[in-house]
């Protein structure tokens, strides 16, 4: 039998029932820093899908940007690899970046500027960060968890559409799109770029080139998760820092590796055949986005859901 798909929910194992997770569930609150206020967003401002972390085969999957600012590791790091020691800076969330001719390229997850003695920028980097899109179907096993999680935490989970992380949509739907517009600016202003992301995720993209600290545009920010056993609680690790040229970088996680061709030609063939000349599309994924109050806009639509689930919170079925 599967087990629960969740991990953690509103920042907290699902099977931590100390009270400042209580409190966490009950407010649908975030511990982790959202530039929206003090609670989840994620899908919703009033009903929000809380999950952050899922179960990734014997690894967990972060699903949600703003698990990544955990005790802002990201923002030392990111400045570490920006600026030499000792700059004094300033970290900014989504900056709008615009091209040149006015249109939005989106906003940049956060701006680090350098600050000169009178707060004018001395220079910036910026750092965007990379969760996982989800295949399958979270929410109603997010729902179920929550009518009881003293309960439903051990619960087992027997549905067709157990949710998994889907990294290669995460790589080509958002990251690529992100480096090339986004990045593609910053580059060309001379300006370097972070990108955080799960060690699981990292290890998906293709090997990429490295070059010397001081030589690079692009770092990687690896991190993972260990488990502090005290306060009942999963703590963001950094592993590696990565560090590669940009345009290099672009090149090879958007250049794919060609399969055989005769296979491609026989499939087509056996469809032919077959008579299946129309074919289903593919099913669509949840995306790592965390939706921001009605007021502010968002520059990625939320993600849509199936609800084709079944459980079982005995592990009768």
């Given at each position: 039998?599967?087990p629960?798909?969740?991990?953690?929910?509103?920042?907290?194992?699902?099977?931590?029932?100390?009270?400042?997770?209580?409190?966490?569930?009950?407010?649908?609150?975030?511990?982790?820093h959202?530039?929206?206020?003090?609670?989840?967003?994620?899908?919703?401002?009033?009903?929000?899908l809380?999950?952050?972390t899922?179960?990734?085969?014997a690894?967990?999957?972060?699903?949600?940007?703003?698990?990544?600012?955990?005790?802002?590791?990201?923002?030392?790091?990111?400045?570490?690899?920006?600026?030499?020691?000792?700059?004094?800076?300033?970290?900014?969330?989504?900056?709008?970046?615009?091209?040149?001719?006015?249109?939005s390229a989106g906003?940049?997850?956060?701006?680090i500027?350098?600050?000169?003695?009178?707060?004018t920028?001395?220079?910036?980097?910026?750092?965007?960060?990379?969760a996982?899109?989800?295949?399958?179907?979270?929410?109603?096993?997010?729902?179920?968890?929550?009518?009881?999680?003293?309960?439903?935490?051990?619960?087992?989970w027997?549905?067709?559409?157990?949710?998994?992380?889907?990294?290669?949509?995460?790589?080509?739907?958002?990251?690529?799109?992100?480096?090339?517009?986004?990045?593609?600016?910053?580059?060309s202003?001379?300006k370097?770029?972070?990108?955080?992301?799960?060690r699981?995720?990292?290890?998906?993209?293709?090997?990429?080139?490295?070059?010397?600290?001081?030589?690079?545009?692009?770092a990687w920010?690896?991190?993972?998760?260990?488990?502090?056993?005290?306060?009942?609680?999963?703590r963001l690790?950094?592993?590696?820092?990565?560090?590669?040229?940009?345009?290099?970088?672009?090149?090879?996680?958007?250049?794919?590796?060609?399969?055989?061709?005769?296979?491609?030609?026989r499939?087509l063939?056996?469809?032919?055949k077959?008579?299946?000349?129309?074919?289903?599309?593919?099913?669509?994924?949840?995306?790592?986005?965390?939706?921001?109050?009605?007021?502010?806009?968002?520059?990625?639509?939320?993600?849509?859901?199936?609800?084709?689930?079944?459980i079982?919170?005995?592990g009768?079925?």
């Open positions: 039998m599967p629960n798909p969740l991990v953690e929910v509103f920042g907290y194992p699902v099977g931590n029932m100390l009270p400042e997770a209580i409190a966490h569930r009950e407010g649908r609150l975030c511990p982790y959202n530039s929206s206020g003090l609670n989840c967003t994620k899908n919703s401002a009033t009903d929000p809380g999950v952050c899922v179960v990734d085969g690894n967990f999957a972060i699903t949600c940007p703003v698990r990544f600012r955990q005790d802002y590791v990201i923002v030392s790091d990111a400045a570490h690899f920006f600026f030499p020691a000792g700059t004094r800076y300033l970290a900014l969330t989504e900056v709008r970046l615009n091209d040149k001719y006015g249109h906003n940049i997850d956060i701006t500027a350098a600050l000169n003695e009178d707060n920028v001395a220079d910036f980097g910026a750092l965007e960060v990379q996982v899109y989800i295949s399958g179907n979270v929410s109603k096993a997010f729902k179920v968890y929550m009518q009881n999680p003293a309960q439903n935490y051990a619960m087992q027997t549905s067709k559409s157990y949710p998994k992380p889907d990294y290669l949509s995460s790589s080509r739907k958002r990251l690529v799109p992100q480096l090339i517009y986004k990045g593609g600016i910053l580059n202003w001379g370097k770029l972070a990108v955080a992301v799960q699981p995720f990292f290890e998906q993209l293709p090997a990429l080139p490295q070059v010397d600290p001081a030589q690079s545009d692009l920010l690896v991190y993972d998760m260990t488990y502090d056993k005290l306060n009942q609680r999963y690790a950094a592993t590696s820092t990565i560090y590669t040229s940009f345009k290099a970088a672009l090149a090879f996680i958007t250049t794919a590796e060609p399969g055989n061709m005769g296979d491609f030609v499939s063939e056996n469809r032919i077959t008579g299946k000349i129309m074919g289903a599309p593919q099913p669509s994924e949840f995306p790592p986005s965390v939706e921001p109050l009605p007021e502010i806009l968002s520059d990625e639509p939320p993600g849509r859901r199936d609800d084709g689930d079944d079982d919170t005995n009768d079925n």
